[in-house]
């Protein structure tokens, strides 16, 4: 009697590879977005202030011209 053996090979594709590398950006990119927000410079307040301290003088009044009355 013969016995017939058939070799199975599985390729499993290695993908767990890429998903650490996507993982590995992934934490590196909100890292930097954390550190942007709360320590970087988007964490600095605005300190542009909007004092507006505009004062107009209006002309003063002034009184109609007087004409010189004749003398006699």
Request: hydrophobic content about 45%; overall charge negative; glycine content about 12%.
């Amino acid at each position: 009697m013969t016995h017939e053996h058939d070799t199975v090979v599985v390729d499993s594709g290695g993908g767990s590879s890429m998903g650490a590398i996507l993982g590995i950006i992934g934490v590196l990119v909100l890292l930097a977005a954390v550190w942007y927000f709360a320590l970087g410079p988007g964490a600095s307040p605005s300190t542009t202030t909007n004092e507006n301290n505009n004062t107009v003088n209006p002309p003063a009044a002034s009184l109609p011209a007087v004409e010189p009355s004749a003398a006699p």
